[in-house]
């Protein structure tokens, strides 16, 4: 008995390391199509939450600098929120850092909901930026 308690918990486990995977590489994705598409029209509709509205023209132009990276512009998502962020806009799912190569220009604060949609609840500045 003790044996198949084990297995199934460790079933349990395995599941949820690649849920909790597949949602975080949704997420990079959203945030990477998203600055594609603020790229490529910079009146793009931004999915804001409605408490973060009032940081969406700063946080417009703020992706249009990103633009300048091109190509070399990949997004990493990390589970949990910016550490030290406060719950400023709620609490965010994932914290999405918007690189060019090794160099962190913008972090996102994003909720990435089970149905596939993402609000951004946030963004941070990197010291460097």
Request: net charge neutral; aromatic share 4%; charged share 15%.
């Amino acid at each position: 008995m003790p044996l198949v308690i084990l297995a199934v918990g460790c079933g349990i486990a395995y599941w949820t390391s690649i849920n909790r995977e597949r949602q975080r590489e949704l997420a990079a994705a959203a945030v990477l199509q998203l600055v594609h598409d603020v790229c490529a029209n910079a009146s793009a509709s931004l999915p804001m939450d409605p408490t973060a509205q009032t940081l969406e023209p700063q946080l417009r132009t703020e992706l249009f600098k990103t633009c300048a990276a091109g190509a070399a512009l990949n997004v990493q998502a990390v589970t949990g929120d910016v550490p030290n962020m406060g719950s400023a806009g709620g609490t965010a799912t994932h914290h999405a850092m918007i690189r060019n190569g090794d160099d962190v220009l913008l972090i996102l604060r994003v909720h990435f909901g089970g149905t596939g949609a993402m609000r951004i609840l946030g963004f941070v500045k990197p010291p460097s930026a």
